[in-house]
């Protein structure tokens, strides 16, 4: 059974960081794209940023050169890195394991997380 927990939500000030964290089991790991999503109230879900299975990463133009997408393969658990945040960032963050898709498509079917919430206040 396929399991992905986030951590490393919260509140921060405009320009603050943030690390979120998925942490996988029930599946090989290493076989999956892993993705971030974001989801806020009353906008369209966005791919935020995903690693293949080969290391091949995808970031988000709205995030490029603020965020940064990990994976250890070795803890199996996937990172993401929020640096210079802002008011726009504040969403619910989904990780999303993926053997089919990955990039902005990695929402297609999938595995999803409960979610951590990031606040960001101006």
């Known amino acids: 059974q396929v399991r992905l927990v986030e951590s490393g939500g919260g509140s921060v000030q405009a320009g603050g960081s943030l690390r979120l964290s998925c942490a996988a089991s029930?599946?090989?790991?290493?076989?999956?794209?892993m993705a971030w999503f974001r989801q806020a109230p009353g906008k369209e879900r966005e791919g935020v940023a995903s690693?293949?299975?080969?290391?091949?990463?995808f970031i988000a133009d709205s995030v490029k050169g603020r965020f940064t997408i990990s994976r250890d393969n070795a803890k199996n658990t996937l990172y993401l890195q929020m640096n210079n945040l802002k008011p726009e960032d504040t969403a619910m963050y989904y990780c999303?394991?993926?053997?089919?898709?990955?990039?902005?498509?990695?929402?297609?079917?999938?595995?999803w997380g409960q979610g951590t919430q990031v606040t960001v206040s101006s």
């Open positions: 999303v394991a993926n053997t089919q898709y990955c990039g902005p498509s990695a929402d297609r079917s999938g595995f």
């Open positions: 029930g599946y090989t790991y290493t076989m999956y794209c």
């Open positions: 690693v293949s299975e080969y290391g091949t990463t």
